[in-house]
């Protein structure tokens, strides 16, 4: 039986955004973020890259949502 990723985008049109995106984040930190598996990095590692994915996708929003007088 296999089983099916629930690592989705909720918007799929936004996949290949992401990943770029994920891997810009990656090389800011440092983090040595290979396409495919990553295996390798420690839990610390990869919970950076989305933490900081998370907090730059915030900060844009509430720059959106001021109209950009942040």
Not at 6 to 14: I, R
Not at 21 to 35: I, R, Y
Not at 62 to 68: I, S, V, Y
């Amino acid at each position: 039986m296999s089983k099916k990723s629930s690592n989705t985008a909720a918007v799929p049109e936004a996949k290949s955004a992401l990943d770029r995106f994920k891997f810009e984040v990656a090389n800011e930190l440092g983090v040595p973020l290979s396409d495919g598996y990553n295996g390798n990095l420690t839990s610390k590692q990869n919970g950076s890259v989305g933490g900081y994915m998370v907090k730059k996708m915030i900060e844009a929003q509430e720059r959106q949502m001021t109209g950009g007088q942040y």
